[in-house]
């Protein structure tokens, strides 16, 4: 069962401890409601979220402890389109070690959550706004580690990414 995913993009190209991107490592305890999150995440698949940047801030700060790779696309966007397999194939292999949270200009919902994100908004919380697709990469201990501007050209460039800048990071 897909973790959960955010699609996007392709080869086409582009068409403090307050601050929820620099967090604390986790404890035991909030390693298990980091577990939690994640089953709650998964649970959601098919949803589009609201709330702006403060709920997806949050989101993020309730995925401490797991590595998350998050991606900004659009419907209308031919590249995110061409990428969407991508991401549903590696969030299916990394089900239970990376979160994968989608953010969507569009009310048009895929079998994933996404934060509605029509002005970009919540996308600037991880550089993102200015292209799409747009995918950032955050380390288990809630650190945003890489964003990446434009479309992945296969499959393997994107699990590439993923090691790097969310498992290993």
Not at 2 to 31: E, F, H, I, M
Not at 53 to 58: I, M, V
Not at 140 to 161: C, N, P, S
Request: glycine fraction near 8%; hydrophobic fraction near 45%; aromatic fraction near 10%.
């Amino acid at each position: 069962m897909l973790l959960v995913v955010l699609a996007a993009a392709a080869a086409l190209g582009a068409c403090g401890s307050d601050d929820p991107d620099v967090a604390a490592p986790t404890s035991g305890a909030t390693a298990a409601a980091s577990a939690d999150a994640l089953a709650q995440l998964e649970a959601e698949a098919g949803q589009l979220l609201d709330g702006g940047p403060d709920a997806f801030r949050a989101r993020l700060a309730e995925l401490r402890g797991h590595p998350i790779v998050v991606n900004q696309w659009a419907s209308w966007c031919g590249p995110c389109r061409f990428e969407f397999p991508f991401f549903r194939d590696q969030a299916e292999k990394l089900s239970g070690q990376v979160a994968f949270v989608g953010v969507n200009s569009q009310q048009l919902p895929v079998p994933f959550p996404h934060f509605y994100d029509p002005d970009a908004t919540v996308a600037r919380v991880f550089r993102g706004g200015r292209s799409w697709p747009t995918t950032a990469f955050y380390n288990a201990r809630g650190q945003l580690v890489f964003t990446h501007q434009g479309a992945y050209a296969t499959e393997a460039k994107l699990a590439e990414d993923i090691q790097k800048y969310a498992l290993d990071g």
